[in-house]
C-alpha cells in the first residue's frame, strides 16, 4: 500500500482546488453556508449547484467521458471526496441519480434508457430516490409486497414505500417491485422500474427525524402508472440488478470517513474554545485522554480503509470487508457527535432558536442514529463480517 498521491493525481487535485475557488456559491469559502430552511429553495440551491458541477465536468467524475463523466481513477475519486469535504461543499442532491442510477443505466440499460436519463441525471434537471424498504421488508428485501401487474400495454403498481431518502424532492424512484411468485426462491420474480414521481398514483408523505428535519418519506401507490421501456434489465431479474447498483458504490463510505476527520478537527477546535473555571477544556487531561483515544480510532479506521480500497482496486470491485467501513464510520461517528454535545455541558440541551451555542453537534448526534440503520444496520454489517470477512458460522438465525 503507498500512500503518497502521483504527479497526475496532485494535478487533479489542484485542478478541481482552483475551480472550487471560482465556483462554490458565493460567500461559501468564507464560512457563509446556510441552505434556506423552505424546501423548493432548498431543492432550487441545491439542484443550481448540480448544474454548475455538470458544467464544469465535475457532477460525475466516475462516469466513462463518453456519457459526460471523467473516466475517474478509483484514487481520483478519492481525491474528490477529501477536497469536497475540505470546502465544506454544498450537499448532492441528486446523490442516488449521479452513484447508484447513472452507472447502473451504463452497465445494463438500453441506449434508448440511456439516451433518455443520463444527460439529465448530471444536470440535476431529474433527482432520483430508491425504493426499496416497505414496512415489512428492509434488511430481507426478499419481504417486499409492492407488486407490479401488466395491464394491457401498461403496468399497474400498488403498494407502500418506506423511508425513501430525498422521495419529497425526486422526479423519478428506482422502484423494486415484485412481479410474480416464485415460493421456492423468494429473490426471484422482482422487476425494477423507473416510476415517474410526479403521476396521480403516487403520493409521498414526509417522514419527521428526531433531530426535526424531513430527508425521508413515506411513499404510496395506487394504480401508478408504468410501461416496458421504464423496466431496468429484464422482468423479474431486478435482484441482479440490485446486485449490480451495489457493486457501483466505491468510494461512498471513504467520503464519510474524511467528514469524520473533519469531525475531530472540529471537536478539537471545540474542546480549545469551552472553559471550566476559566480554562479550557482541552487541557482537561480526562478530556485530552478521550480525544488521543478518538484520534486513535478515526486514523485507524481510515487506513483501515486505505487498505480495503487497495483490495478494491486489484480485485477490480469492493468485497465484503466494506461492511467493516460502514460499520466503524457510522457508529465512531455516533460516538464523536456524543462527545461533541458533552463538551458543551448545559449548552447542549438545547437545539435550533433556543441554542446559545452550534447546535450542529446536536444535529449530527441525533442523526447519527440513522446512519446506523440505512444502507444495512450496524448488526447486519456484523453478520456480514463475521461470516463473509472472518470465516464464521453462519447466523444461526437464517
Ligand atoms: C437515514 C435512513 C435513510 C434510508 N434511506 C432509504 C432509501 O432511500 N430507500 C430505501 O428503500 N430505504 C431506505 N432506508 C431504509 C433502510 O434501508 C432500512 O431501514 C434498513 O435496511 C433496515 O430495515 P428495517 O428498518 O426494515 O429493519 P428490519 O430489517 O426489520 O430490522 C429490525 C432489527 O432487526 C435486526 N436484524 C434484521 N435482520 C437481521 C439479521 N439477519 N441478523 C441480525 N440482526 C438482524 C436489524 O439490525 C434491526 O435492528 C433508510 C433508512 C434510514 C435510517
Partial sequence: ????????????????????????????????????????????????????????????????????????????????????????????????????????????????????????????????????????????????????????????????????????VADKCFLLTRTSTHPEKKHRGITVFMMDMHQPGVETLPIVQMDGHSEFNEVYMTDAVATDADIVGQVDSGWHVLIALMLHERTGIGAELFTLEKQFNDTVELAQQYKVNGKPLIENPAIRQKLASFYARVRGSLLNYYKNLTTTIKNGQPGAETSIDKLVVTELNQALSAFAVEIQGHQGVLVDKDAVADPKWQHLFLASFGQTIGGGTSEVQRNTIGERVLGLPKDMGR
Avoid at 5 to 27: D, I, M, Q, S, V
Avoid at 29 to 37: A, I
Avoid at 145 to 159: E, P, S, Y
Fill in 1 to 168: 500500500m503507498d500512500f503518497s498521491f502521483t504527479k497526475k493525481e496532485e494535478k487533479f487535485r489542484t485542478e478541481l482546488r482552483t475551480w472550487l475557488e471560482a465556483n462554490l456559491p458565493e460567500g461559501w469559502l468564507e464560512g457563509k453556508r446556510d441552505l434556506p430552511e423552505d424546501l423548493d429553495e432548498y431543492s432550487r440551491v441545491l439542484r443550481a449547484w448540480q448544474h454548475t458541477l455538470y458544467e464544469g465536468g465535475w457532477a460525475a467524475i466516475a462516469w466513462p467521458k463518453e456519457y459526460g463523466g471523467r473516466g475517474a481513477s478509483l484514487m481520483e475519486e478519492i481525491i474528490y471526496h477529501q477536497e469536497m469535504v475540505r470546502v465544506k461543499a454544498p450537499p448532492l442532491i441528486n446523490y442516488i441519480g449521479i452513484h447508484m442510477v447513472g452507472p447502473t443505466l451504463i452497465d445494463i440499460g438500453t441506449d434508448e434508457q440511456k439516451e433518455r436519463y443520463l444527460k439529465k441525471i448530471l444536470t440535476g434537471e431529474e433527482i432520483w430516490c430508491q425504493g426499496y424498504s416497505e414496512p415489512g421488508a428492509g434488511s430481507d428485501l426478499t419481504g417486499l409486497k409492492t407488486r407490479a401487474v401488466k395491464d394491457g400495454d401498461h403496468w399497474l403498481i400498488n403498494g407502500q414505500k418506506v423511508w425513501t431518502s430525498f422521495g419529497h
